[in-house]
Structure formats: structure tokens, C-alpha cells
């Protein structure tokens, strides 16, 4: 081999070896490139103490805000329509919602949008309760009745309607009551209520409560329920916070499908103990919304009245980009 051939070889031969040590499979990947931080640091975010948040306690437990840059500060609430004013005023940056509620708020002419999903109907995971004494045995033995709901004109109320009128009867023929889901079983007891609509905890959790029937029945199941909401000018003025508050919270959804994860936050913020947790039935949690479904929401909404016209609920999904 001439020498000069051998020494070209052998550059290119210590050049190869170089590249591979540098590079290769035991090299340690790049860095990602760092995210902007996030316009607010802190934000507050109103939920309410049901099973459907239980992603949400997961995300604060496991550090996903904080790994995204976000201290956020949970603030407890009764009902969707109660933090509507609180986001507008911007006593809070994110709430929780039912649907029924941002679809109306949007209806009336407040600039919301839907931030994130939560959970989907599921068996049991919602019920009509009446004391277990009670003379209550079916729904058409309410007329006459006062029925309790968290949030007036909600997703507690839509359903009871519908209820009611599959067993003949009419939305006038109950009445209904503003009751904080905390506060049902007591009022029921007292006799202040005749029944109430509560979702997970407040169905396993009560003693001395039977459930009357399912209030979500079966062309309902699957129904998005609750989410997320902000105001349109939160969302303009943060579109980095809302990024990191939605990747977090993707991360959360994903691992509320195992149930042990559910119950281990349950009690931090419902107070159950953990028999009752063991009782709880919980719902599913998408990791994405359906735009599909939250329409059948919307339509059955125009169809018994509460929305005037027709809504596209795309419109009120907020996107950051």
C-alpha cells in the first residue's frame, strides 16, 4: 500500500472513530430548546369538589403545572355559573364548567371559551337522590317536588327536564333549588328538598341517601360534562400559560385511566374517607375534546330552549396558536 494512501486511510479511519464517540448511541441527546416561560407565573383556578376534577389533583400532585413553569392555587366553587363573574372580574384565570353553562354564558353574550376537557358521563357516575324514607320511587312522583341542583339552568337541570319529560311530565311540574353539592345531603335530610341531583362524591359518600335513578341515561352516556373555561381576553393576553396549563393537564388525563391514581387524590380534596373512596364511581377522562360531541350538547340545548339559536361550538374551543 503506498504510505500516502495509508495515511489518507488512516485520517479518515481516526475521523470515523471520533464521529462515533461524539455521536453514537451512548452520546447523550441534545438539549430541547427551553419553552418561554409562561406570561402569568401564578395562576387561580376554580373547581368544583367532584370526581370529574380528579385530573386536575393529579396534575398539582405529580408537579406537571410545575414543571411547566405554573404555581397554581386551586379555589373551591359550587357551581360553573359562580365562577363566570369570578373569571370576568379576574378574581380567577381558569374554572371549571359544565358545558351547559359556557354554552349558555356564550349565549348571553360572555366572551368564554373552553380551555381543556374533564370528564364524560359514565354509569352511575351522576344520580337523582332522595332520602332513603323517602315516599319518592319514581320520577313521576317528583311533580310537586323541589329538587335540588348545583347551578340553575346547569347540566343538573337540563337532565332532570329531560327526565321528566320522559315520564310525561312537565319542566313546570318541579321545582328547583340552588344547592351547593356540599349541602345537598343535609337539605335533603332536613326535608328543605325533595331530591337532589349530585354528582360523584356525594352519591357514595352520604349515608341515609337512595338513589332514585340515573339522570344520564343511556343516549346520554359518553357526554362530555365538564371542562375548562376562560375569558377570550385571558386567553389573548396568556396564550403561553394557557399552552402550559393544557399540557399539564393532557399529561394528568392521561394517567387518571388508572383508577388507583384517582383514588389516592380523591380525599385531598373531598374530604371522603378511603371506604367511600373504594365506592366512588368514576366517569372517564378524555384526553382531547371532541368538538362532535360537545355539538350534541349544543343542539339538545337549542332543542328544550335554552339556547335561541344555533350554536358552533368550535367557535368557543380556544386554540394558542
Known amino acids: 500500500m503506498p504510505k500516502r494512501f495509508a495515511r489518507v486511510l488512516a485520517v479518515l479511519v481516526l475521523s470515523g472513530l471520533s464521529a462515533v464517540a461524539c455521536g453514537g448511541a451512548d452520546a447523550p441527546p441534545p438539549s430541547p430548546e427551553p419553552r418561554p416561560a409562561p406570561e402569568k407565573a401564578e395562576i387561580r383556578v376554580g373547581f368544583v369538589p367532584l ?84 315516599p319518592i320511587t319514581s320520577v313521576r312522583k317528583l311533580k310537586g317536588r323541589t329538587v335540588a341542583v348545583n347551578n340553575l339552568n346547569g347540566l343538573a337541570m337540563l337532565t332532570v327536564q329531560r327526565m321528566l319529560k320522559d315520564a310525561g311530565l312537565d319542566a313546570h311540574d318541579v321545582r328547583f333549588a340552588e344547592v351547593p353539592f356540599p349541602e345537598m345531603s343535609g337539605r335533603l335530610k332536613a326535608g328543605d328538598v325533595d331530591a337532589a341531583w349530585a354528582g360523584e362524591p ?27 373555561m376562560v375569558t377570550e381576553k385571558w386567553r389573548a393576553e396568556n396564550p403561553r400559560t394557557l399552552t402550559a396549563f393544557q399540557r399539564a393537564l393532557s399529561r394528568a388525563q392521561r394517567v387518571a385511566a388508572d383508577r388507583k391514581e384517582v383514588e389516592a387524590v380523591l380525599p385531598t380534596y373531598t374530604k371522603l374517607s378511603p371506604q367511600a373512596v373504594a ?32 350554536l358552533d361550538v368550535t367557535s368557543l374551543l380556544a386554540t394558542t396558536g
Do not use: C, N
Not at 351547559?100 to 349565549?107: K, N, P, R
Not at 356525594?202 to 375548562?228: C, H
Open 202 to 228: 356525594f352519591l357514595s359518600g352520604p349515608e341515609g341517601l337512595r338513589r332514585l335513578t340515573d339522570p344520564v341515561p343511556g343516549r346520554l352516556r359518553g357526554w362530555p360534562t365538564s371542562g375548562w
Open 279 to 310: 365506592r366512588v364511581s368514576v366517569g372517564t377522562f378524555p384526553t382531547a375534546a371532541d368538538p362532535g360531541r360537545l355539538q350534541q350538547v349544543a343542539d339538545v340545548l337549542e332543542k328544550h330552549g335554552y339556547l335561541k339559536s344555533p
Open 51 to 134: 370526581a370529574d376534577a380528579a385530573p386536575f389533583f393529579i396534575a398539582l400532585r405529580k408537579g406537571y403545572f410545575a414543571e411547566e413553569g405554573l404555581t397554581v392555587r386551586a379555589v373551591g366553587a359550587t357551581g360553573s355559573g359562580i365562577a363566570v363573574p369570578t373569571l370576568e372580574t379576574g378574581g380567577l384565570d381558569v374554572a371549571q364548567t359544565d358545558y351547559v353553562t359556557t354554552f349558555m354564558a356564550d349565549a348571553a353574550g360572555k366572551s368564554l371559551q373552553l380551555a381543556g376537557v374533564m370528564a364524560e358521563a359514565a354509569e352511575d357516575s351522576y344520580g337523582l337522590v332522595v332520602p332513603a324514607d323517602s
